[in-house]
């Protein structure tokens, strides 16, 4: 697994380094402008529904797959003709976004220009298409990762990333906004033949595979369960569309860069962990070994809080000089610098909880437990729209950045009580926490080193080859201070493991030091 989530965890590094730079591009090109609060109100809802789609194909497919593996041309067969029905799926999708993108745009774009309103409809129908396209690479991943290919999809996912930059740099201008959400749609369309070139020879799309129709038809049944499931990673972006604009011009925009930082930063701590670990899940659920289940499950979920702390404090103590070296140029000015600044320190706080949830739900999915995933989707979806609407009448937009904050801990709360319900001292056990004390000790050992460097950095007229230069001394002073006093001097286990992991296969590729013994 760990080897296997190295190699995922590198690619998706540089699939974080381009969204990294489409987020650039897009800063330099639009700021935090009325073209901006355009673009963000068009795809909220397709983004949100395309979302919903990937994060089911991605959670429950997996599973479905790895039931239908032992016979291979039954598993041949459910893959086409689920693959077939949701062909016709997205032709559906594609077709009543494309009616209904006046007025999707009349109800959250009511303070739009009548100019704006007309560049947000049309964005609105292309991200449609992307929502439909993304429901055949979704299924298409899922074939890959069922049997245990975890490059490809990763890799695939740079597409869109390069189409939205080559769109934005060669006709933003021009075009605006459009020019984005066209790159966004021709890069999914590309992925789907580089995805089929594998999968192609195990998909069966003759009339044979209407034989399992029941199996496609129950899994299809139980979509509704998994669509309510997937709200509680989606729908943040829409609420924070009904919200947002009602507190101020540009906290929408300020939200959006925000979430695009923690998403990035998490995506690639948890990228490798998340695809590894649901077949393995799968199957020990389909062999009836819940307690291996349970202890993979709790093991990974304390892997991701280790690796996923250092950047949480890291980004959240230097929000403002961060945002500064990354956005601010070109139509992205000062306040908008403090505007996102504001609010990341407050949602990062949400960030490693998030991650957890990730890994617990893969869980869940595994197990089929799908009316508590569907219920704590629901209640994830109510708890953020009114601590939201609570909080933003008093704080602002900051309000909002507490609320994804507060959601986040307490549907990891009622996730982890749903998975070891009836198992509860395998989750209150000694090591989890040992692990807990340990790691709020090393946190704050770190975040004491990030605070002594955050005061170096005063300058606000600051170069950008300086700040740098600073930032990065101190990112790599405040990581080595917490890797190691997490190895040598806590000795956090999840750490050490993939510390002697790497080490050894370091070690092994150098014949000169063939007489190094790994650590026990």
Wanted: some cysteine; aromatic content about 8%; glycine content about 8%.
């Amino acid at each position: 697994m760990i080897g296997s989530s190295i190699l995922v965890s590198s690619l998706t590094l540089i699939a974080g380094l381009m969204s990294f730079l489409n987020q650039l591009v897009i800063a330099r090109l639009f700021g935090a402008s009325v073209d901006m609060e355009t673009y963000l109100i068009a795809i909220s809802i397709p983004l949100f529904v395309s979302g919903v789609l990937s994060a089911v194909l991605s959670y429950s497919l997996v599973p479905a797959l790895v039931a239908h593996k032992a016979d291979p041309a039954t598993y041949r067969r459910f893959a086409g003709l689920l693959l077939l029905s949701l062909v016709v799926v997205a032709m559906v999708i594609a077709c009543a976004g494309f009616v209904a993108a006046p007025v999707q745009v009349g109800i959250l774009g009511g303070s739009l220009s009548a100019r704006a309103r007309a560049d947000a409809i049309q964005i609105a129908r292309i991200s449609w298409l992307t929502a439909a396209l993304t429901l055949v690479v979704g299924h298409l991943n899922a074939m890959h990762n069922a049997a245990r290919i975890f490059l490809m999809p990763v890799a695939v996912s740079i597409l869109p990333l390069v189409g939205m930059i080559v769109g934005g740099l060669a006709f933003g201008s021009a075009h605006g906004p459009l020019a984005i959400a066209w790159g966004m749609s021709a890069g999914y369309l590309l992925a789907i033949p580089a995805l089929l070139l594998r999968s192609l020879p195990t998909l069966d799309l003759s009339t044979h595979c209407l034989r399992l129709w029941k199996d496609v038809t129950g899994y299809l049944i139980r979509a509704p369960l998994m669509l309510l499931a997937m709200l509680c990673f989606t729908v943040y972006q829409s609420i924070d569309a009904y919200w947002a604009p009602q507190v101020g011009t540009g906290n929408l925009a300020y939200l959006g860069y925000a979430q695009r930082i923690l998403v990035g930063i998490g995506t690639l701590v948890i990228a490798g962990p998340s695809a590894v670990l649901l077949p393995r899940l799968a199957e020990a659920h389909a062999e009836g070994r819940n307690i291996d289940l349970l202890h993979d499950t709790a093991r990974t979920v304390r892997t991701v809080i280790a690796f996923a702390t250092p950047p949480a404090i890291f980004v959240s103590l230097l929000a403002e000089p961060l945002v500064r070296l990354c956005f601010e140029r070109g139509a992205f000015e000062h306040q908008a610098t403090l505007g996102v600044a504001g609010v990341l320190p407050l949602m990062m706080l949400g960030m490693v909880m998030m991650l957890c949830v990730v890994i617990l739900f893969r869980a869940l999915f595994s197990r089929h437990d799908l009316t508590r995933a569907a219920l704590l989707g629901i209640l994830a979806t109510v708890i953020y729209f009114a601590i939201s609407g609570f909080l933003c009448q008093r704080w602002g937009v900051k309000g909002i950045a507490i609320a994804y904050a507060l959601s986040w801990w307490l549907v990891l709360v009622l996730a982890a009580l749903s998975l070891w319900r009836g198992h509860m001292g395998l989750l209150l056990c000694k090591e989890n926490r040992v692990f807990a004390k340990r790691l709020v000790l090393i946190a704050l050992v770190m975040a004491i080193v990030v605070i002594s460097g955050r005061y170096w950095i005063n300058a606000p007229k600051m170069g950008s080859e300086v700040l740098l230069l600073q930032l990065a001394l101190i990112a790599v002073l405040a990581c080595l201070t917490y890797f190691t006093v997490a190895i040598r001097i806590l000795k956090i286990d999840e750490v050490c493991i993939i510390y002697d992991f790497l080490f050894r296969n370091i070690v092994s590729h150098m014949p000169q030091c063939n007489s190094w013994t790994p650590r026990h």
